[in-house]
């Protein structure tokens, strides 16, 4: 039998604390090992709050520890880059919160050293491993709605707190690293291309980040994506597919559904009424964990390669371009493989 991952956390955030700590522990494939916070205080207390059985008061102490083979980074997106590099040299697997990194420069240091040391590096995009995202790409795929024509994915909420990181420039702050990435790579992955142009706007707040963006995507086949990303709009999170044949839409609950049963509504060329399409629920987090310790393991390959990361940072790279030059920009197409999964 072969034994569990032994995951190392980087740091105490929410989602470290709230969603990856319980998916780890709940899978068969996983434990946590060790937590690690500039603080050992801090890290002591999450320790003991979830059995984990070390806790260390420096990153650097947690990856000189030869026991852990997998580092999870949650933490702020100036440090992806730097982190996840140092973890690479000493010998561990990383996932890495979205967005990988600040820009795509980066990204393909992250990548190109993941591939030097021989090590796995996957972006946490966890939507992607959910059995109703899944459904959904399968039924676009087998063309149920026709040609895709129009997406749009919307990822936005209310921001009150003036010292949050998420406003700070030095700090990878702004909407659309925070929340866009999302909409640009859902749509990037549901149609399985890539965009040629990109056209943004966005206001810009007094630190110098994007506080409100949206984002007009143009992809071979003149297919367009709307991609709105807000620090200053209410809550929602949702994406819809308008094809020649149909439409899919999602509630407001597309990227992070937590509840049992987890839905979406089809309707045909001109029907008023949806069909509401069920689909049990999951907890996406366990999944990629999961899928992650696995491919470490090596009973299966990566269903996402890093390339793909590389690619998302292309297109937000142009959209941040595009809104500070008020100009359509085209997009770069990285060398790539393909898409799996």
Known sequence: MVSPVNWGILGTA???????????????????????????ESARRLAEEHDISRAYGSYDELLADPEIEVVYIPLPN??????????????????????????????????????????????AFMYRFHPRSRAIKQEIDSGAIGRPRLLRAAFTFRLSDPENIRLRPEMGGGALLDAGCYGVSVVRWLLRREPVQVQATAEIGPT???????????????????????????????????????????PHNAFIPWEAEAVYYRRGVEDENPVVERVPGADEYQLMVEHFAGA??????????PQDSIQNMVVLDAVTESFRTHAAVPVAREPFQGLNG
């Open 78 to 123: 100036h440090l992806h880059h730097t982190w996840t590099l140092r973890a690479l040299a000493a010998g561990k697997h990383v996932l890495c919160e979205k967005p990988l990194a600040l820009n795509a420069g980066q990204a393909r240091d992250m990548v190109t050293a993941a591939r030097a040391a021989n090590r796995l590096l996957m972006e």
């Open 296 to 305: 470490v393991q090596k009973q299966h390959p990566l269903a996402f390669d």
């Open 14 to 40: 929410t989602i470290a604390r709230v969603c990856l700590i319980p998916a780890i522990q709940q899978v068969h494939n996983s434990r946590v090992r060790a937590i690690a916070s500039r603080s050992r």
């Open 208 to 250: 110098g980040v994007d506080l409100n963006t949206a984002a007009l995507l143009t992809f071979e086949g003149n297919i367009l994506a709307v991609i709105e990303a807000s620090f200053q709009a209410a809550l929602q999170q949702t994406y819809s597919i308008a094809g020649s044949r149909g439409i899919i839409e999602l």
